[in-house]
C-alpha cells in the first residue's frame, strides 16, 4: 500500500513538473511577446470624439474593412498579420473574422499604445456587435512580415 501510494505520487509530481514546463516554454516563447488585440467600429460608443466620426481614417482615408489603428511608432500602410498559435486564436480569426488575418495599419487611437492593435469592423462585418464580441484577445502579430517580440 504504501509502495503504491509512493508511486502515484510520482506520477502525479512527474505530471506536475512537465505542466509547469509546457506551461513556462509556452509563455517565455510565445504568450509573453503578444500583443492586444481589439475592435472597434464608427460608432460613437466606439469613437468618442466627435470630429473622429467622419468616416475616416487617422490618414484620412474613407473606413473600410481590413483597416487596424496601432501605435504611432508604426506607419500608416504597414501590415500586421494576426499569427494564431492557440485553437482560440483560430476560432476567432475564423468566426470574427472570415478567416483574415492580414490587416493595414490606416488609423491611430488614443488609447492605442504600444503593443495594441485595434481591429475596425465597419457594419458590413457586423459593427459594433461583432466589435463588442471580439471584445480583448492576445495575439501574436507579424508586422511588415516579422514577427513582432
Ligand atoms: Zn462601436
Redesign the pocket.
Known sequence: MVERSGKILATLTAAAILALGLWTAYYYLWARHAYIVTA??N?P??INVKDFQDGKFANNKPVHWGAVAADKSIPFGSRVELVPFLPTDWFSINRFLGGQKEFVVEDRGGKIKGRHIDIFFPDSMG??QT?KKWGVRRMRVKINGRLAE
Request: with cysteine.
Open positions: 472597434y467600429c460608432c460608443i466606439c459593427g459594433h466589435a
